[in-house]
């Protein structure tokens, strides 16, 4: 029995990732339909559980066609089956949503689904009655698994290729393995996946488990709860009550879901597998540190601005009013900085108090700042705008004293030199991403400023910046079918960021 055992796990183990991946998405279905079992949802029910278990023919028929070739494997490889996952993978998961809602087209769920697994929220049916709870459960499941994927994907696939930030505090070039960990984990370098899959996968549970419960403590709705707690880890921003407005654990919900907001701010917050000499302590951290510094700066500043509007029209803010602005402040600036785009129930208490409309490109601003490396969170990254704050700051030194000698420690002047170069090549590339795609949208019918929001929300992964950026929110189901398929091409590259999409394309990975 013990050996039988042994032969199936080394037959799971041979399995292409792609397979395994498309496997666990799969299973996962069943859970949707387990919970519209329990609500009487037939139908729903059906198409989850029929979907799941087409989903682990096609990988069983797969496996038998290819049971024996021995598949050639290599990080860049793993890179490309990353890739895979957030562009193919999604046709299959939007097949039972697709079904289960029966009034949209097959893109719109396709669409739905991009959104949901690279964690970017952007919401295309705004009516949150128009899903059923099964299917916001699947949305919020969807992302949360693709939060997941990146937490398990930074340490195993990224690092060891110097990409998504890491090529910051690397040695290596970016996209090419470095010495040591990549290359002697060459003869199976699905052990490294293995082994952070096994390390991450319980604390993602774990730390999940602990909001749901904590949200339910407060009052939370049972659904709401889970979705809102996946949502807060995966930074999807995902809610199956339209936002923080409709949910009823109020502000102690959102002082929860604000702490745990923190996982997206450093790695170091949960693991330290990638952490760089010097910075395994979270207070030493730099991410860390700057990511706090820039909410706490934006909210004072936007407290002052609302402070100064009420006075303006001769309102009067009271004491208590005013810690629930400031609140509402410190909690959207953080959420947008991580990319979840969770609003809180104060933020619009602003606006009523003073008049003043939302500063949506302060919110796009944090945005494309975005959370730490190595994070659920997306965007530049904290990381980078630490490596260029350290060269500009230098740059400076050296215009007042051009004979100074730079007194910053050995890890940072690594960041200040190279790593800034790197991450000013980055943010150029960034840029230019984004002016392809405003470009490309705006061919396909978008206004400039609609264009604008669109790329900044899809190249950031933060798709709730769409409802608040502008005074008008863009409904996103109203896009013709090229802006559509642009949005979910934008998405993509926003989650695995422009290098690894170069990396891709070297002639080293077809060559292998």
């Not at 952007?122 to 693709?146: E, K, N, Q, S, Y």
């Not at 199956?240 to 654990?249: D, I, R, S």
């Amino acid at each position: 029995m013990i050996r039988a055992r042994t032969q199936k796990i080394r037959l799971v183990q041979r399995l292409p990732l792609f397979l395994l991946i498309w496997a666990v998405f799969a299973l996962s279905m069943w859970i949707p339909a387990i919970y519209a079992l329990a609500l009487d949802d037939h139908e729903t029910s059906r198409s989850f559980f029929y979907s799941g278990l087409l989903g682990l023919f096609i990988v069983a028929s797969v496996t038998l066609a290819s049971s024996n070739r021995v598949p050639r494997r290599g990080t860049l490889g793993q890179l490309a089956v990353l890739l895979g996952c957030f562009t193919v993978l999604p046709l299959f998961l939007a097949i039972p949503l697709h079904d289960a809602l029966g009034n949209t087209i097959l893109l719109n769920a396709y669409f739905d689904m991009v959104s949901a697994l690279t964690t970017t929220g952007a919401d295309i049916f705004p009516d949150p009655d128009r899903l059923t709870a099964p299917l916001h459960l699947w949305r919020a499941l969807v992302g949360w698994m693709g939060g997941l994927l990146m937490w398990i994907s930074a340490a195993a696939i990224l690092a060891p290729l110097s990409l998504g930030g890491f090529e910051v505090t690397a040695q290596g070039q970016p996209g090419r393995p470095v010495s040591g960990v990549a290359q002697s984990e060459k003869v199976d370098p699905r052990g490294r996946l293995i082994r952070v899959t096994r390390t991450l996968t319980p604390v993602y549970v774990g730390l999940t488990a602990v909001i749901w419960l904590l949200l339910l403590i407060a009052g939370e709705q049972g659904l709401t709860a889970i979705c809102h707690a996946m949502s807060t880890m995966a930074t999807s921003g995902i809610s199956p009550v339209g936002g923080l407005e409709g949910a009823q654990a109020g502000i102690t919900g959102e002082a929860i879901m604000f702490l745990f907001l923190f996982f997206a701010l450093s790695r170091l917050t949960f693991s330290t597998d990638t952490a760089t000499t010097g910075y395994s302590r979270l207070d030493k951290d730099p991410e860390f540190r700057i990511g706090l510094l820039i909410a706490l700066t934006v909210a004072t500043l936007l407290f002052f601005r609302v402070w100064a509007g009420v006075n303006e029209i001769g309102g009067t803010m009271y004491p208590l009013e005013a810690v629930h602005v400031f609140w509402g402040m410190v909690f959207t600036a953080l959420s947008f900085l991580t990319t979840a785009g969770f609003e809180s129930a104060n933020w619009n208490d602003a606006q009523q108090l003073s008049g003043l409309g939302t500063p949506g490109l302060i919110l796009m601003g944090l945005a494309l700042i975005g959370g730490g490396v190595a994070t659920t969170a997306g965007g530049v990254k904290l990381l980078r705008v630490f490596a260029l704050y350290l060269n500009g700051a230098r740059e400076i030194d050296r215009l007042i004293y051009p004979s100074s000698v730079s007194g910053v420690g050995g890890g940072n002047r690594r960041i200040q030199s190279d790593g800034a170069f790197i991450a000013w090549i980055f943010l150029m590339m960034f840029a230019l991403t984004a002016a392809l795609f405003n470009l490309l949208l705006a061919m396909m019918g978008s206004g400039f400023e609609q264009a604008m929001v669109l790329t900044v929300a899809a190249l950031s992964t933060t798709g709730p910046v769409i409802e608040l950026a502008t005074d008008i929110p863009i409904r996103l189901v109203d896009l013709p079918v090229g802006a559509k398929l642009t949005m979910c091409a934008a998405m993509v590259i926003g989650r695995l960021e422009t290098l690894a999409i170069i990396a891709l394309i070297t002639p080293t990975l077809w060559r292998d």
